[in-house]
């Protein structure tokens, strides 16, 4: 059961739509910025209505097909919002009413929003990323509050479509639960396409009339003052499940409030399991999806478990941000002794010939094991590259079968690869480090 079109958050009001902007975003910069490869386009322009009408075909495909694999397998949707009676029951209210419904099994689902701050309320000009997504004119100022991944993909996505940009971020870089040498690279692309960005940078207030927003900030004890079309508000997303009347059911908590479960996420009633955003761990679609399929699996009576060895997280900027696994510094303070490989983008052949030098592909592995505990990619196609590392790490594969393994030349997927001959000492288009 839903209480909106099938697909959840992500299919619907994040990670797909977001991606259809961002994909148009960097066509329309590549076309206006191909001089360099001889390539010259005179009256480029953006109907920005129409890119909003291909980004909604894109979801509604989705969604269509999501309909159609319910109704393949036999799946009733129940529209409502749902709540619990008691650990058998749940009450689903809907516009004609409420109806009840009994259960053997249940999984809780429900997602996250977004988190609104009390000085910066939902409304008028100040936006969550729901509303950004489905402006139907491209602003000319945008203020950001938050630099994590989402305030990072959508402000550059309308600074690549001409909007002047602000980002204000509290912590001393952006993107701040990666290492610091990734986004350097994402700084630079904001700085040519003259975005600022203020770190240790907290907004206070703002006020708002029909047309415009106003921003009052400190950025490094010093208060500014930046005036836009709208405000951003990206600081994070809040559990969904304060309305499911769970004091009905008095389930165990985390100390953040989530819901606890096991490794078959099991609730501690156990025919209630919950995933995604509402557990602990990281608020991913692609984690809440394969949870899904864990609970399913154990309803059925398989022997089923989670293992979050390998969870990629991935930033689609540009340049692209991925990881996995365990970075340097986690690596040796869980006791490893590591050995490092790095190879950049810009001695890649296919990299150089895509016109897209910036980054680099760098992957850590224990000296003693020889395995695979993560790695690091900043560039092109890092959200498609960081799979075979996960792949490594998820089937204990060693760093000299990625060495060893015949990547197809030129391509992008031979970074990894050089980047695996590093780390053995084995490289041939760099200066080794153990030479």
């Known amino acids: 059961m839903d209480k909106d079109t099938v697909g959840g958050v992500c299919l619907n009001r994040g990670c797909i739509p977001s991606k259809a902007l961002i994909s148009a975003a960097h066509r329309y910069e590549i076309v206006r910025e191909s001089d360099e490869l001889g390539i010259k386009a005179e009256g480029v322009h953006i109907d920005f209505g129409r890119v909003q009408e291909w980004k909604k075909s894109v979801v509604n495909k989705l969604t269509n097909g999501v309909s159609s694999l319910l109704k393949g397998n036999r799946i ?25 419904y009994r259960f053997n099994h249940c999984i809780i689902a429900t997602g996250s929003r977004p988190v609104e701050l009390k000085a910066f309320p939902y409304g008028g000009r100040i936006l969550s990323s729901t509303e950004a997504l489905d402006l139907q004119e491209i602003p000319k100022r945008l203020v950001v509050i938050g630099g994590g991944y989402i305030g990072m993909e959508l402000g550059q996505t309308y600074a690549k479509f001409g909007t002047e940009v602000t980002i204000l971020e509290g912590a001393d870089s952006i993107l701040p639960g990666f290492e610091k040498e990734m986004p350097r690279f994402l700084g630079r692309s904001l700085k040519k396409l003259g975005v600022q960005v203020f770190t240790q940078a907290i907004a206070q207030s703002a006020e708002q009339t029909d047309t415009e927003v106003t921003v009052t900030f400190t950025a490094k ?44 996420c099991r609730t ?30 154990v309803i059925a009576g398989e022997e089923s478990a989670v293992n979050y060895k390998a969870i990629p997280a991935v930033v689609f900027s540009d340049p692209e941000i991925a990881s ?11 006791g490893y002794t590591v050995m490092i490989g790095k190879f950049p983008y810009a001695a890649n052949g296919r990299a150089l010939s895509q016109h897209a030098g910036d980054g680099f592909v760098k992957i850590i592995g224990d000296k003693e094991s020889g395995l695979v505990l993560g790695a690091q990619i900043v560039g092109p196609e890092a959200s498609n590259l960081i799979a075979e590392v996960a792949l490594a790490i998820e089937a204990g594969i060693p760093l000299k079968e990625i060495a060893h393994t015949i990547h197809a030349h030129p391509s992008l997927g031979e970074i990894v690869m050089e980047a695996a001959e590093g780390a053995l000492g084995e490289a041939i288009h760099q200066i080794s480090n153990s030479k």
């Open 221 to 264: 004890g010093e208060e500014r003052k930046v005036t836009a079309d709208y405000l951003l508000v990206t600081v994070g997303r809040r559990p969904n499940i304060d309305q499911l009347g769970l004091e009905a059911l008095q389930l165990k908590t985390t100390e953040r409030g989530l819901i606890a479960v096991d490794q078959q």
């Open 268 to 297: 501690s009633i156990p025919h209630i399991y919950a995933i995604g955003d509402i557990v602990e761990g990281p608020a991913l679609a692609h984690k809440a999806s394969y949870e899904g399929k864990v609970a399913a699996e």
């Open 324 to 334: 996995v696994g365990l970075n340097e510094t986690q690596a040796k303070d869980q």
């Open 76 to 100: 009733a949707k129940i529209a409502g919002e749902a709540s619990f009676i008691h650990e058998n029951e749940v009450r689903v209210t809907h516009g004609e009413g409420e109806t009840f």
